[in-house]
């Protein structure tokens, strides 16, 4: 029976594209789409037309080919136009438009989230961040990435004479019919500019993240969120690297609370990220000092709101001033950089923040991390191995079944296809405050935790959501750091 491909959810890769001259793929209606354990696969328009199997052969000739057929003649057609553009058969690719044009059209259809000119000695690398990971999408020569570069700067109304210093801009466009948004920023660099465009919106945006029951809580995790968003008073911080999704779980959080709209909801924020309905949302103006956060934040508590989200947590007048207001009668949402909940609390207290002050007001403090899914087309299961169940204190002689990432057409041959969070959660209870006004560490608030509710920690969410089949141990691994190896380190210091 002859596979059938949904072209309209492939991502091939760059490398993969390049398997077949433009000119002859869309000659034939040939799409390589990946290369699955060591044999190409390829997707014709026709799988009848010999013509175009000889060819595809001929130029593969070196590589065991599949050939598959579209679900969708016409899906098919326009996936292959916009894979193989007329500009790289004419060899006007490398005018700017044209580039800028191709460049947008493989990232929305990939995904990705941000988009990165990085110069080298003899080429420039076009790479893009899928999922979390960077990905070499296309390279280009210096001449081009000069001229491809300065098109950009032009779009974000920034200055082309200037290279030796940082810029910030932004733009808005329209690819294939879509309005995207894009924050650019610029830095020089000893073989150019590199330049990253971060994809802050878009039109044909999924809604399924607007709303905190998508957002991968389990029931008790959600349970525990939204209870903290239902207090009238008090703080809800969220901490994580950058690129964790806390914006994302934050906008959710105000969409839940703006829904009855008999609050009054104010979001300060360093960009303002994408509109929510029902929030007054400030936009801090950090480069000429005017609007701070700090000073935002003073100047929204006299304008009698209900809930507050400041973006971010920089400095201890800030942190001081968000608490403070939580004394007031007024609920705040906010963003701190640690590694884990329990060292949201002594971050604070580094901050200069007193520690009663801290459990006075601390509702729920919020660790999170984004780790792959892996892809639901090619995704294995295999047993744990004995090392695994004994690291992770599984019985080894029944050991559990976990998911095994391969890589395939819908994936971009990664393995994996989306992204679920796990999160970590210290509910600020008694005894918590007993342990902060005692001065107690992190590690000591971290062990409480461990030991009061294991299922609460980034472990055990990552482990559940493993045997869940929604990310892998590798991903989990690759992602988190282990109190296990926290303590090697420690050791090997």
Request: net charge negative; proline share 5%; aromatic share 4%.
């Amino acid at each position: 029976m002859t596979r059938t491909v949904d072209t309209t959810r492939v991502r091939p890769s760059h490398d993969v594209l390049r398997l077949l001259p433009a000119k002859t793929a869309r000659a034939v209606g040939a799409l390589p789409l990946a290369v699955e354990d060591g044999t190409v696969v390829v997707c014709l328009a026709d799988k009848t037309d010999f013509n175009a199997i000889e060819r595809v052969e001929t130029l593969l000739a070196d590589r065991k080919v599949e050939f598959v057929e579209a679900q969708d003649p016409v899906d098919f057609r326009r996936v292959l136009r916009e894979n193989y553009p007329d500009a790289a058969m004419t060899g006007d690719l490398e005018r700017p438009e044209n580039l800028f044009a191709h460049v947008m059209r493989r990232a929305l259809a990939r995904n990705a989230s941000d988009i990165h000119i990085s110069p080298a000695e003899t080429e420039t690398l076009v790479r893009m961040r899928i999922d979390g990971r960077l990905q070499t999408d296309l390279s280009v020569s210096s001449q081009t990435a000069a001229e491809f570069v300065s098109y950009i700067k032009v779009l974000a109304n920034l200055d082309i004479a200037e290279k030796r210093a940082p810029q910030d801009g932004n733009i808005d466009t329209n690819v294939n019919g879509l309005e995207v948004s894009l924050r650019v920023a610029t830095v020089p660099t000893i073989w150019g500019e590199h330049v990253t465009l971060r994809i802050l919106s878009q039109t044909r945006e999924t809604k399924q993240l607007d709303t905190l029951d998508n957002l991968g809580f389990h029931s008790h995790q959600l349970k525990l969120f939204e209870e903290a968003l239902e207090t009238p008073d008090g703080v809800v911080i969220l901490s994580g690297p950058t690129g964790s999704g806390k914006t994302t779980t934050l906008y959710a959080a105000l969409r839940r609370l703006a829904k009855p709209g008999d609050l009054h909801l104010v979001s300060i924020e360093d960009p303002v990220e994408k509109p929510v309905a029902g929030v007054t949302q400030i936009k801090v103006d950090a480069r000429q000092e005017r609007v701070s956060f700090e000073k935002a934040l003073r100047s929204v508590l006299r304008h009698d709101p209900d809930v507050v989200m400041v973006g971010e947590i920089r400095d201890g007048e800030t942190a001081q001033t968000a608490l403070r207001s939580a004394l007031t009668g007024h609920l705040v949402l906010t963003t701190l950089h640690t590694n884990s909940a329990p060292g949201i609390l002594t971050r604070l207290v580094d901050l200069g923040v007193p520690p009663y002050l801290v459990a006075s007001t601390l509702r729920l403090a919020v660790a999170q991390r984004l780790l792959r899914r892996p892809c639901r087309e090619c995704m294995a299961w295999q047993p744990a191995d004995a090392a695994t169940c004994e690291r992770y204190g599984w019985d080894a002689a029944n050991p559990p079944k976990v998911p095994v990432a391969r890589g395939c057409a819908y994936c971009g041959n990664t393995g994996y296809s989306g992204r679920t969070a796990i999160y970590e959660m210290l509910p600020v209870n008694d005894g918590v405050r007993k342990m902060l006004l005692k001065g107690e560490s992190e590690g000591d608030i971290y062990r409480w935790l461990k030991a009061f509710a294991p299922g609460l920690t980034l472990r055990g969410d990552a482990l559940a959501k493993v045997l869940e089949g929604e990310t892998t141990l590798e991903e989990y691994r690759a992602t988190v750091v282990e109190e296990l190896e926290l303590a090697e380190l420690t050791i090997i210091n």
